[in-house]
């Protein structure tokens, strides 16, 4: 049983850029979240996606967007890259709309230059 | 913003001996978790308390919840290297949506010395 994947580890990218990340989640989850996680800090609630809608949303600018996809697999865009953006993202996957245990991926590490 | 704070934010340890993390939170919640982040890795769940229940043990992990305080612990016994690692606590806020986001505390970070 797969857990949650993400793609791709690591990748470099120049302020002004597009990135996409990409997560496919746990068999059986239906739910997605994405969190930012800074060097040294805790993770950062960016959004969270449920039957390919976006349920909520943290405190990111619209820079930041996502997409959901009909096998439950997500999508983070992040346009617009600020050498502030650069930190780890993480995907975690869940069942349904109330929070239990959370299944996260490895990451995906950004940085930018 | 983060919901919840680890205290100490960094702890050094000799094998063997006990760790133990505490983490306050803000708000109402129903459950408490706390999971482990090796270094540059995902995040793992460790366990989760209800907030009916005010201690709960899973192998060398036991953890406490004192709603009235909004605060708890982890606490990990007969530490060994492999412990060495950053834990986090995390509550699940509930959102107009009715929707619950997990928020993340800012962390412990656990370094233990064979």
């Known amino acids: 049983d797969a857990g949650v994947t993400q793609s791709p580890t690591h990748l470099i990218k120049t302020r002004g850029q597009q990135v996409t990340l990409r997560c496919s989640p746990k068999s059986g989850h239906d739910t997605v979240s994405w969190y930012q996680q800074a060097l040294g800090q805790g993770p950062q609630f960016i959004f969270q996606?449920?039957?390919?809608?976006?349920?909520q949303r943290g405190n990111f600018p619209d820079r930041f967007s996502g997409h959901q996809f009909p096998n439950y697999s997500s999508e983070l865009n992040v346009n617009a890259l600020l050498l502030g953006d650069s930190a780890l993202y993480l995907c975690a996957s869940s069942r349904g709309s109330n929070t239990g245990e959370l299944f996260f991926g490895e990451g995906s590490r950004l940085t930018v230059l | 913003s983060q919901q919840g704070e680890e205290d100490p934010q960094a702890l050094s340890i000799q094998e063997g001996e006990n760790a133990t993390m505490n983490c306050s939170y803000k708000?109402?919640?129903?459950?408490l978790q706390w999971y482990r982040q090796n270094s540059g890795r995902g995040l793992v769940h460790l366990i989760l308390i209800r907030s009916n229940e005010r201690e709960k043990h899973s192998g060398r992990l036991r953890v406490t919840l004192d709603t009235s305080k909004k605060s708890s612990s982890l606490l990990i016994t007969a530490s060994r290297a492999a412990d060495t690692a950053s834990y986090f606590c995390a509550t699940p806020l509930t959102q107009n949506t009715g929707f619950q986001k997990l928020v993340f505390g800012t962390g412990t970070r656990l370094l233990v010395s064979p």
């Open positions: 708000t109402s919640i129903n459950n």
């Open positions: 996606y449920y039957e390919e809608e976006e349920r």
